[in-house]
């Protein structure tokens, strides 16, 4: 009887076992299935980007009217921006396609600084005209290139998910088909891209791709341990695995994978080599039912960014989710808002610790900047603001323009009806060069 009892015993455990392990693989070929279908969006949605870009530029050339021009070249300057986005979704972090990418930066550039200026006192130079054909004719080159991509993923039935398994076994993998033929792309690019540089377009560009700037000297896959164990407030005793990525890349980082035994949970973080400095975290740990408000979570935040040496931050947006909140901190310097040095932190408010950071911006574009004066008084500034807007707060803060310029503007956060907005106007000009409505609630302004 004993026996046949431990028998049936037995059996559910292996049911219960088998079940979860179907349920697990099940999980996680979903997630996989998802990972796929969005790279494959991303990859066939550039297609056409490209496809577009090509005829809208020859559409431009073939117009006379300076009134059709301008938006033809905003709508320019909109493509290359979303083609941009989608190369940026694709698993090609480790392939070097910087080329690429600068080619569409450069268009969109390009496009943006000839449709806002005024045509009527400014019309396309014959320099520009030659420019634009250049841009017409270099355009078609990807476009050919990428249809040939996208035709190999057709016919072999090719998976977005190989890619990124062939990195993580290989730093430099051979024989994927997707890699070989963005790797012709990034070729063809590069022997036209340099020859027909415009230094109009190139000396102002800010660089924010990646984090090779980054100063310190390196440290070594010990000395990254260390670091996460501090910055995450770790036992000396928690395991901790590390792997430095591939050594062509100009910004090298530790990935870490972290277990937490108290939450048994896993943490994943990156570090770069440059300086030691923690890119990003992520936590999976269960969050419980909220205890912590999110005003008390910012705080919690704040002191979490004094505690790592981030110095000077100020909040700048809140939002929650479920039991997350949702932060970003930015830093400011003689009073001035640094909008481009930004930190992310996502924190649960279960007990207000923190399980998701990024500084990835912070990082790109910290430096130790001069800041001008303005040109334009708040008051002067402040009559280029609807009037539909009621003003209650103002401050000085340095954005990034649509140009990827950093620039000095007058930061107005105003509110109509229940909505509220934050309005940037140009400190020099006096043009508006951002507004955004902020997803929050405004109480007692009177």
Known sequence: MIKEAAIGVLAVGILGTSYWGYTEHKAKNEIKVQAENNYQRAFHELTYELDLLHDKIGDTLAMKSKSSISPALVEVWGITSQAHSNVGQLPLRLLPINNTEEFLTDIGDFSYRT???DLDKEPLTENEYAKLQKLYENSAEIQGEIRKVQHMVFENKLRWMDVELAYAKDQNPKNNAIIDGFKTVEKNVMTYSDANADPSLTDFKV????????????VTKEQAIDIAKK???????????AQLTGEKLKDRYYTLEIREPKTNSE?????????GYPVWVIDSRAIKPQKVDLNQASINGLKFLERNKF?????????????VGVFTYVSKQDGVRIYPESVTMKIALDDGSIVGFSSRNYLSAFAKRTIPKPKISVEQARNNISSNIKIMEERKAIILNKLNQEVLCYEFVGIRGNDTYQVFINADTGMEEQIKKLNVLVENYD
């Open 231 to 241: 910055f995450l407030e770790l036992n000396s005793t928690v395991q901790i695995k």
């Open 207 to 218: 660089n924010r791709s990646n984090l090779a700037n980054v100063k310190g000297e390196k």
């Open 267 to 275: 943490i994943y973080m990156d570090i770069t080599e440059k300086g």
């Open 115 to 117: 449709a806002v200026r």
């Open 311 to 323: 110095s000077n931050m100020e909040l700048t947006e809140s939002s929650q989710y479920d039991t």
